[in-house]
């Protein structure tokens, strides 16, 4: 089955900073806009973070993680770079490609059709 590997997850101080990488397994993921999402243990939903066109040029950031959080993308991974990051931020971060960036609902994890299976990220001193 097609997936995606996210990693770069770590326990780290607030203030600190971290970057996730998102690769692909058997499939281009050149081809794909890509989001990052986040979870919290007990919540059901997914918290949708940001999402980067196939040719990385048009981005859309949530207001949540906008100035903090950056996404960037090259010819081997999607990559998450998350700085001055809150206790608040711990979550498991997952990345999901979808075929069309076009249509907004980002939101919208019914539109991806791929998913990782998730990279811990904790924030506590």
């Known amino acids: 089955q097609l997936q995606l590997v996210e990693s770069g997850g770590d326990s780290v101080q607030p203030g600190g900073s971290l970057r996730l990488s998102c690769t692909a397994s058997d499939f281009t993921l050149g081809n794909y806009a890509v989001a990052w999402f986040r979870q919290v243990p007990g919540k059901e939903w997914r918290e949708y973070l940001t999402i980067i066109d196939a040719t990385g040029t048009i981005i859309n950031f949530a207001e949540p993680v906008k100035g903090r959080f950056f996404i960037s993308r090259d010819n081997a991974a999607v990559y998450l770079r998350m700085t001055d990051l809150k206790s608040e931020d711990t979550a498991l971060y997952y990345c999901?490609?979808?075929?069309?960036?076009?249509?907004?609902?980002?939101?919208?994890?019914?539109?991806?059709?791929?998913w990782g299976q998730g990279t811990q990220v904790t924030v506590s001193s």
């Open positions: 999901a490609a979808r075929t069309q960036f076009s249509g907004g609902d980002f939101h919208n994890t019914r539109t991806y059709n791929y």
